[in-house]
């Protein structure tokens, strides 16, 4: 295993000091840096972009011939971050914590540190891992969105306003099909320049919208949330199979919703999304 100490904040920083441990190759274009993985330690990459308003975005693309373990071990405020596996899986660890916490394929977290600890993430060997990390440095983006930070959920209110890092927070969940398709659109686009910055920072914010919405429907009872989740789509898809076999034994979306175990309004949302029709339509 390989184990490197992150010790810069600001994250172009963290690139270079990421490149500079593993003895990678770094590259600038328009301020955004990119840090190839070295041959002898595998493939991929590591780049990153920050945005206006205290929000920076690093994508991790790569299989690794040796377990990576990178501890962001900065004595300061750590930034709040949003992480997002949509390939392989991760291992996070508060640095003051023994407790790991395992986030696999379509899964994410959102993590904030106590003020003097940081953070510590395993990456495994020999498998593609893609991960799309959010950082944002709270300070900056109230200064910024005082007044609309106060229309959020309360817990993530308190989260966002903690600018001195009091308390750490963990939230486990899993992607919802909007936000899948979000960051495989983001880890796909290719064009360069001005058009680039643009359309990451857009999805970027976009992002934080949803998961926002996400985390306010994570907390209710599970028969009172709407968001349709990525790994529900086998419920929508055994729906279909028994309109298709039983259609004249179901008589109300009500009793399908029953029979998957699904509310009415996730089911529909699901029908639209895989059938482009309503449950009534199909």
């Known amino acids: 295993m390989r184990t490197i100490k992150v010790t810069s904040l600001p994250l172009i920083e963290v690139i270079a000091d990421l490149g500079e441990s593993l003895g990678a190759k770094l590259s600038e274009q328009c301020d955004e840096y990119k840090m190839s993985v070295p041959s002898e330690m595998g493939i991929g990459y590591i780049q990153g972009l920050d945005f206006d308003g205290g929000i920076g975005l690093i994508q991790y693309d790569f299989v690794l011939s040796e377990e990576l373990h990178i501890e962001f071990v900065e004595n300061e405020v750590h930034p709040l971050k949003f992480l997002y596996c949509s390939k392989g899986s991760i291992v996070h660890k508060f640095e003051n914590e023994t407790k790991e916490h395992e986030s696999g394929q379509y899964e994410g977290v959102i993590v904030a540190s ?10 495994a060997k020999d498998t593609h891992i893609m991960m799309t990390s959010i950082e944002i440095d709270r300070k900056e983006l109230l200064e910024r969105y005082s007044c609309d930070i106060e229309q959020v959920n309360r817990k ?30 983001m880890s796909k686009y290719k064009r360069g320049g001005l058009v680039r910055r643009l359309f990451l920072e857009s999805k970027a914010y976009e992002l934080l919208s949803i998961q926002i919405l996400m985390f306010e429907d994570d907390i209710l009872d599970s028969n009172k949330r709407t968001v349709l989740r990525r790994s529900e789509i086998a419920q929508i898809q055994e729906a279909a199979e028994i309109i298709d076999n039983l ?16 509310n009415p309004h996730k089911l529909q949302e699901g029908f639209q999304h895989l059938y482009h029709k309503s449950v009534n339509q199909f």
């Not at 259609?247 to 699904?262: H, K, P, Q």
């Open 247 to 262: 259609a004249e034994d179901i008589n109300t979306i009500e009793m399908l919703s029953r029979r998957v175990g699904m």
């Open 114 to 123: 106590k003020r003097g600890n940081g953070h510590t993430i395993t990456f």
């Open 156 to 185: 993530l209110k308190n989260l966002f306003l903690d600018i001195n890092a009091i308390k750490s927070f963990y939230h486990h969940c899993e992607f919802s099909l909007q936000l899948s398709g979000l960051i495989e659109m």
